[in-house]
């Protein structure tokens, strides 16, 4: 089995700083692509980011130049750095990882999700 292990949420000012980690655990043989995901109130999931196994990325461009993803393969884990944070920004944030496990299954892993509040 597998599991994502998702931290580093919480109540933030508006202009200042987070950094959500993504740990993937069990029984692993690879990863693939990871990114992040966030659904606020009464909206749909939406993509932030992605990143390859290779560490390409791609960011939104609502967040593009605040945000930054990045991965430790040796870890399993996907990182997202938030800067320059706004109220708009509040919502609930979900990892995301495709995983080949040690059976050679190929699937796709989401985290718990971790609550991001921006407010003054």
């Known amino acids: 089995q597998v599991q994502l292990v998702e931290s580093g949420g919480g109540l933030v000012q508006p202009g200042g700083s987070l950094r959500l980690s993504c740990a993937a655990s069990?029984?692993?043989?690879?990863?693939?692509?990871m990114g992040w995901y966030r659904q606020a109130p009464g909206k749909q999931r939406e993509l932030v980011a992605t990143?390859?196994?290779?560490?390409?990325?791609n960011i939104v461009s609502s967040v593009k130049g605040r945000f930054t993803i990045s991965r430790d393969n040796a870890k399993n884990t996907v990182y997202l750095q938030m800067n320059s944070l706004q109220p708009e920004d509040t919502a609930v944030y979900y990892c995301?990882?495709?995983?080949?496990?040690?059976?050679?299954?190929?699937?796709?892993?989401w985290g718990q999700g971790t609550q991001v509040t921006v407010s003054s």
């Open positions: 995301n990882q495709r995983i080949w496990d040690r059976n050679m299954q190929f699937r796709n892993y």
């Open positions: 069990g029984s692993i043989f690879r990863t693939g692509d």
């Open positions: 990143i390859t196994s290779s560490g390409t990325t």
